[in-house]
């Protein structure tokens, strides 16, 4: 798709190049011999020369909307392409919504690998992390420390084994169900411009003021943001630059 957007912006290019440069010459030579006739005045000259220039920024424009077009067409197949790729984890039939009270996580001799290859990340790996624990992962890079929190998320199935919360198999219920009640806390935080009250509601819409006002005192933001003064209709600028 690559070659072909080149192929086609460089034939298009040359094209309009070539017909701007013969209609050029047209005018231009139909003007002078017009006036070398005497049925045009060195103002007519100067009139039509000057629409042709202006005429050929616009015709220049029309080419140059219409390579983009071209571009932006291959980038949107691209796109459906990828949208009708199969999901890589479906839910099994009759999948329920999980029912999270503790959070308990086990890892049940878990075997793992990547796509085919041959050796496993996991080999039956085994652990439980209490309710209210907090484990840090610590290791080399490509030592498996993502993969542990996204198999948690079930982005991947495991090979063998299985990955319980609260007893219950991730594998068996509905991933809806199972992704909205994990929260993640990235590395880098990122904010949108919006105001302040929507940035926090960002993963649930449809929380109240009340709602958000609390999860802001959890994060000790409340005194902060009462102090600005519009509050949480405060504008925050991309990444937080206002």
Do not use: C
Not at 111 to 125: E, K, V
Not at 149 to 174: E, P, T
Not at 186 to 214: C, D, K, V, W
């Amino acid at each position: 798709r690559t070659r072909r957007t080149w192929v086609r912006g460089t034939i298009n290019g040359t094209t309009q190049g070539v017909l701007l440069l013969v209609m050029r010459a047209a005018v231009i030579g139909l003007a002078l011999m017009l006036w070398s006739w005497g049925q045009a005045s060195a103002g007519d000259v100067a009139f039509v020369l000057t629409s042709l220039f202006v005429l050929q920024g616009y015709l220049r424009d029309i080419g140059t909307h219409i390579r983009n077009l071209q571009r932006s067409i291959n980038d949107m197949e691209e796109l459906v392409d990828f949208q009708s790729e199969p999901l890589g984890i479906e839910d099994r039939p009759g999948a329920k919504p999980i029912r999270i009270t503790e959070g308990r996580i086990s890892f049940d001799n878990v075997t793992f690998h990547y796509g085919h290859h041959r050796s496993a990340l996991y080999r039956d790996f085994s652990v439980d992390i209490a309710p209210g624990e907090r484990v840090g992962l610590v290791g080399h890079s490509g030592s498996g420390k993502t993969t542990f929190v996204k198999l948690i998320q079930r982005l991947y199935d495991v090979n063998a084994g299985k990955i319980l919360v609260d007893g219950q198999d991730i594998s068996q219920v509905a991933q809806a169900s199972l992704r909205g009640q994990i929260a993640i806390v990235q590395q880098e935080p990122i904010l949108f411009h919006r105001s302040l009250a929507e940035n926090i509601a960002y993963a649930r819409p449809s929380a109240t003021q009340e709602e958000i006002e609390h999860a802001a005192k959890l994060a000790s933001a409340h005194d902060f943001i009462t102090n600005l003064p519009k509050g949480y209709g405060t504008l925050v600028g991309e990444r937080g630059v206002k």
